[in-house]
C-alpha cells in the first residue's frame, strides 16, 4: 500500500483555506489529494500525473467522495498552461512530491526497481519514446559516464559506463536485473555494503529517461508565479539534486537583490515577494513505519507580496 509522505506537514504547512483553489502536481495514488480535497469543502483542486493507471486508480477512489477535482493527465511542466486552459491564472497553494509512487517501483515490469526482473522502462509517461532502454544500449560511453556520475553522483561512473559498452558489444542489455549485475561487476565489493550497488545509477538513468531536473526548474518557476497572496509551495524530494534546486530556487525568490542589500532604505519594488517558510524531514515514527521516507525532505514558501 502506497503511504505519502510528510502527509501531516503538508497539510500543517499549505495555509489550505476552505474556498481555495489548490494544485496537486503529482497525484501518484491520490493520498494528498484525498487530505487537501477534505480541507476545500468551496474549493477546487487540479491534480497532474502522467500515469495513466495512477490517474484511473486514483480517480476512482476520490470520486467516491468529491466532485470538486479535475485530473489532468500531462507532465507538471506544463502546469500554466493546462491552468490558462481551465481559465486558472492563480491558486492558493501547490504541492509537489518528487518521490517515484511505491506502485510504480512494485510493479516490476515498469523497469524502475533494480530488485525485480523486467524490460529496462523507468518512463512515467508511457507514452514518451525515450525509455532506459534506449539510454543504456544507445548512448556513448561518455554520455553513460556523465550521466550516472552528474545524476547519480555515483563515484564509479566511468567503469559502470565502461563496462555497458563492452557488454554491449555482445548483445543489447535488455532486462534489469542485466544491468544490475554489469554495475555490481563494476564496484568494489566494500563499495556495495552500504546502499544497494545499482540504486545510484537507476536513479540516474530515470533523471534521463524523464528529464526531471530540467523539468522541475521550469515547473518551479511557474508555480512561484501562479501564487496568490498568502498561498504556499510544498514541496517533497528524495535526493540532493533535486533538494539542491528547490532550495536555491527558493532562496533566489526570498533575499533581497543583492544590488540593493545594503541601502539604508530598500523601496518596496526591490523586496522580495517571497519568504521561506522552513525545511521539514520525517519523524522517527514516520520512517520506522515506511522506509521510504527516510530520504525525503520537505521545503515550503510562501508569498507575501
Known amino acids: 500500500m502506497h503511504k505519502s509522505v510528510?502527509?501531516?506537514?503538508?497539510?500543517?504547512?499549505?495555509?489550505?483555506?476552505?474556498?481555495?483553489?489548490?494544485?496537486?502536481?503529482?497525484?501518484?495514488?491520490?493520498?494528498?489529494?484525498?487530505?487537501?480535497?477534505?480541507?476545500?469543502?468551496?474549493?477546487?483542486?487540479?491534480?497532474?500525473?502522467?500515469?495513466?493507471?495512477?490517474?484511473?486508480?486514483?480517480?476512482?477512489?476520490?470520486?467516491?467522495?468529491?466532485?470538486?477535482?479535475?485530473?489532468?493527465?500531462?507532465?507538471?511542466?506544463?502546469?500554466?498552461?493546462?491552468?490558462?486552459?481551465?481559465?486558472?491564472?492563480?491558486?492558493?497553494?501547490?504541492?509537489?512530491?518528487?518521490?517515484?509512487?511505491?506502485?510504480?517501483?512494485?510493479?516490476?515490469?515498469?523497469?524502475?526497481?533494480?530488485?525485480?526482473?523486467?524490460?529496462?522502462?523507468?518512463?512515467?509517461?508511457?507514452?514518451?519514446?525515450?525509455?532506459?532502454?534506449?539510454?543504456?544500449?544507445?548512448?556513448?560511453?561518455?554520455?553513460?559516464?556523465?550521466?550516472?556520475?552528474?545524476?547519480?553522483?555515483?563515484?564509479?561512473?566511468?567503469?559502470?559506463?565502461?563496462?555497458?559498452?563492452?557488454?554491449?558489444?555482445?548483445?543489447?542489455?535488455?532486462?534489469?536485473?542485466?544491468?544490475?549485475?554489469?554495475?555490481?561487476s563494476s564496484m568494489p565489493y566494500k563499495a556495495m555494503r552500504d546502499t544497494h550497488p545499482a540504486k545510484r545509477t537507476f536513479q540516474a538513468i530515470r533523471i534521463e529517461v524523464n528529464d526531471e531536473l530540467n523539468v522541475l526548474k521550469s515547473a518551479l518557476e511557474q508555480a512561484l508565479d501562479l501564487l496568490k497572496v498568502n498561498g504556499r509551495i510544498c514541496v517533497i524530494t528524495f535526493h540532493s539534486l533535486e533538494d539542491r534546486i528547490v532550495a536555491n530556487t527558493f532562496k533566489k525568490y526570498s533575499e533581497v537583490d543583492s544590488n540593493v542589500a545594503n541601502l539604508p532604505y530598500i523601496p518596496e519594488e526591490y523586496l522580495p515577494k517571497f519568504k521561506v517558510v522552513g525545511k521539514f524531514t520525517p519523524s522517527k515514527e514516520e520512517i520506522s513505519e515506511n522506509n521510504r521516507a527516510r530520504s525525503a525532505k520537505l521545503r515550503v514558501i510562501e508569498r507575501i507580496r
Do not use: W
Open 6 to 184: 510528510l502527509l501531516n506537514e503538508v497539510i500543517a504547512n499549505m495555509n489550505i483555506k476552505e474556498d481555495g483553489i489548490y494544485v496537486d502536481a503529482t497525484l501518484g495514488f491520490g493520498g494528498h489529494s484525498s487530505s487537501i480535497l477534505k480541507e476545500i469543502k468551496k474549493g477546487f483542486l487540479f491534480a497532474f500525473d502522467q500515469d495513466e493507471e495512477a490517474i484511473s486508480s486514483s480517480y476512482e477512489r476520490l470520486s467516491k467522495s468529491y466532485d470538486n477535482f479535475l485530473i489532468i493527465k500531462d507532465n507538471f511542466v506544463n502546469m500554466r498552461k493546462r491552468l490558462m486552459e481551465q481559465n486558472v491564472s492563480c491558486v492558493d497553494g501547490i504541492l509537489f512530491d518528487l518521490g517515484v509512487s511505491s506502485p510504480q517501483l512494485d510493479e516490476a515490469y515498469r523497469g524502475f526497481s533494480y530488485h525485480n526482473d523486467a524490460r529496462l522502462d523507468m518512463r512515467m509517461d508511457r507514452n514518451n519514446k525515450l525509455s532506459a532502454y534506449e539510454v543504456v544500449n544507445d548512448y556513448d560511453e561518455d554520455d553513460l559516464a556523465r550521466i550516472i556520475y552528474n545524476y547519480g553522483e555515483e563515484k564509479y561512473a566511468k567503469s559502470i559506463a565502461r563496462n555497458i559498452v563492452k557488454y554491449r558489444k555482445n548483445k543489447n542489455i535488455e532486462t534489469t536485473l542485466e544491468l544490475v549485475d554489469i554495475i555490481k
